[in-house]
């Protein structure tokens, strides 16, 4: 599932100005830039961002976003640990900051009243309102089973995987061993995967 630097590159080199990403994406990435890497790092990382101010709700060229993964994930190469775990990691973050956002608290609210399958239901169309790119689907496989399909998503596997098992699992209260994932990336450049989760 960890993806590699040429894969990202790859999609970077794909991005156009209308492929936009909300604020809070990258302020989550740069927040688990300044908690793991060295303050160096932080500086290459925001200065990505142009110096502009990030506001949470906003939209940004995810350029940005995948210029800081990029930056992440060399820094933790350079120091003897893998690429894609980084980004993955990143991911994870940002869903735990998400839960802790007021947005998050109130999906966290529903999802745990209505059970995981209607959370990860609503995660196709909650991407599709924060990001302007890709194709976002769920399936239910079994009452404790279900497959998110990303089409397209220039963010990658990494980052999303990590998103969704970290925003989810938390939101739930699920333990470590709570909720299962798998990911299967269905083309070169890990843009189009599919999430399968068992709890």
Known sequence: MMERRPQLLSRLSRCRPEHLVPGMFLEAALASVAARAPPEVLER???ISEGERLVENYRYPVAWMLGILDIIGQDAEARGGSYGEAIYQTGRDAGLAYVRSTVGRMRAMVGSASGL???LEGIPSAASVAVTFG???YRRLSPNSGELIFKQDLIGV???VGMVVGSTSTAL???PEGLKFEATVTDEDASSFVLRLSW
């Open 117 to 119: 399958h209607r959370s």
């Open 158 to 160: 990494g980052w999303n």
């Open 45 to 47: 990382a925001r200065r």
């Open 135 to 137: 194709e976002h689907s």
């Open 173 to 175: 209260a699920l333990g």
